[in-house]
């Protein structure tokens, strides 16, 4: 009763109202966390640049215990799937966000920033070493399609994407993936990158249960055409992984 109710309020009640939904009919396993699904909602609905519903859905995230900086993550992770101006304009919302919660009284934690690297390995190796964990297979020597007709792509995603940003440890590996995923399913067209995190999702422990859950948030947060296609992609990689 409890979801069909959700369905009947209006859209950016939804939007608050996911967590609240999933929380009270929690399993363990197959069920996401509060702090995993506002970690949906943020990069989904900053994808799209819908600073409205970002709003609600910033504020919902703190109140279910991200810290400032985990939020703030979230959004720096975003430019690397959908551009600068999506992450600008999410870092402010984000700004204002904090400053009306201080305003009102409400203390948020600022969390720990990012650990230093320290490593004698280049760049690229440690971005290499880390998409290899990401997709629980050894990187291929022979590079083939896009990292072969544009090599220098292949090294910018190596040194920038899977080092400087994944190695971030304000968010796990397998909260980045759940933000990419977000990302990936809201702004369409890229089903192949999608289909590719999916599987990461999968190698990092989360569930085909916790997925389907991910499905269910991205119709509340962005809309059914969304979820319509990453579900049918989520389809495709559970098949593969039989």
Known sequence: MMKRFVYKVPVLVM???????????????TTLSMKQQSLISIASVAAKGDLAKLELALN????????????????VHLYAYCGFPRSLRGLQTLITVVDRRKNKGIVDQQGPEASRIESAETKYERGRKNLEQLRGVPEKETKTGYAAF?????????????????????LTFAERELVTVSVLASIGGVEPMLKSHLGICLNLGITSGQLQQFVDLIKLSVGKKEAKGAGAVLQEVLEIKK
Do not use: C
């Open 150 to 170: 544009a090599p220098e792509i292949e090294v910018f995603l190596k040194e920038h994407l899977f080092a400087d940003l994944f190695e971030r440890d304000v």
């Open 60 to 75: 919902s995230g703190l109140d279910n215990g991200l810290t400032i900086n985990q939020a703030r993550e979230v959004l």
């Open 15 to 29: 939007l608050f109202m996911s967590t609240v939904v999933y929380s009270k009919n929690s399993v363990k396993d």
